[in-house]
């Protein structure tokens, strides 16, 4: 029996039916409104708004170290020159 695919989509980013189907409707106008592909962009646009959020969610812990490491190297700058 393969795993569950609902069980990955549980733990990551949450993203409402209406944020996926107002992306869904913008990838269908923008190829030209095309008959018999619902479930195709309503795909593409849910795995694009998840890329966003994990990219965002990457970004701000990259920010959240350089922060980090920025406030450590200045404290050792400072003790250093005492």
Partial sequence: MSPDPC???ATGPKISHAEIRERAYDLWDRNHRPDGYALEFWLMAERELMAERRGSSARQIA???LSETSEN???MVLSTTK
């Fill in 63 to 65: 920010r959240s170290i």
């Fill in 73 to 75: 190297y200045q404290m």
């Fill in 7 to 9: 069980a990955a989509c």
